[in-house]
């Protein structure tokens, strides 16, 4: 077994007995964040199983896609979405996470082929307040649903966030809680819609998100190890 899928096995192994201790009967879904990673380690964590990847950086990302073809991966955007980037974004992945403006989901709507299934989307929320951090407001988040709602290609899934960090697990747990709260509001007002999705989680605070209902956690360096972003070809060694 490689240490990828060591690491893979511990990380699933810890989102079972946060399911289990919490009481989760849904499902969680392990998101690995693959960026400023080479391939080959990607083409490991998929000959383990895993086939959601997440991604930061949108050209590093294509050059992946263009690398892995034929796997039956599913691809998410999880990095900051630009307005000049909007067309390959929506071209090229199954997910974006980032969504906080009414006008990127209009160009990504525009920019989504006919031929595809509707874009996945999930609308990013400053859940803690913080300035250095992209998100509307719980305030704000209504009007930009409603928004979104009415793109044809996009299908609005649900809510992300990236609390302001705390090891203080009840803090954790409260920001979460606030952005579950969000998500079961949007459900009511949309009845319609899928909104089945709490992107939320990282390796600090997975087990607190899971108890307040994620169903996609984000990890990286637990699967992956550290960073190095001084790398410049994240293609090396593709297989």
């Known amino acids: 077994m490689s240490h990828i899928a060591e690491n893979l096995a511990q990380v699933r192994a810890q989102i079972q007995a946060a399911r289990s201790r919490f009481n989760r009967k849904d499902d969680v879904q392990l998101l690995a964040v693959s960026k400023t990673k080479p391939v080959a380690l990607l083409l490991e964590a998929w000959q383990s199983g895993q086939r959601h990847f ?4 949108l050209q590093e990302a294509l050059d992946k896609i263009a690398a892995l073809p034929d796997k039956g991966i599913i691809w998410h955007f999880i990095g900051p979405v630009q ?7 929506a071209e090229n992945f199954d997910w974006i996470h980032c969504v906080d403006r009414a006008r990127i989901a209009r160009r990504l709507n525009d920019a989504r082929s006919d031929s595809q299934p509707a874009l996945n989307i999930c609308l990013q929320v400053n859940i803690s307040g913080e300035s250095s951090k992209s998100g509307v407001s ?3 988040l209504p009007a930009l649903a409603a928004e979104v709602s009415r793109y044809p290609k996009l299908n609005l899934r649900g809510l992300m966030a990236i609390p302001a960090s705390s090891h203080i697990f009840e803090e954790q747990q409260y920001a979460f809680s606030q952005l579950a709260c969000a998500l079961q509001a ?8 899928p909104l089945d999705t709490l992107s939320m989680g990282m390796s600090n605070d997975l087990d607190a998100a899971i108890s307040q209902g994620a169903t996609f956690v984000r990890i990286g360096t637990a699967i992956f190890g550290a ?4 790398t410049k070809n994240p293609l090396r060694n593709p297989t």
């Open 54 to 57: 997440g991604e930061n950086y």
């Open 83 to 89: 307005s000049n980037k909007t067309t390959p974004l």
């Open 138 to 140: 719980i305030d704000e």
């Open 186 to 193: 949007l459900q009511q007002d949309h009845p319609s819609l």
């Open 227 to 230: 960073r190095d972003y001084s």
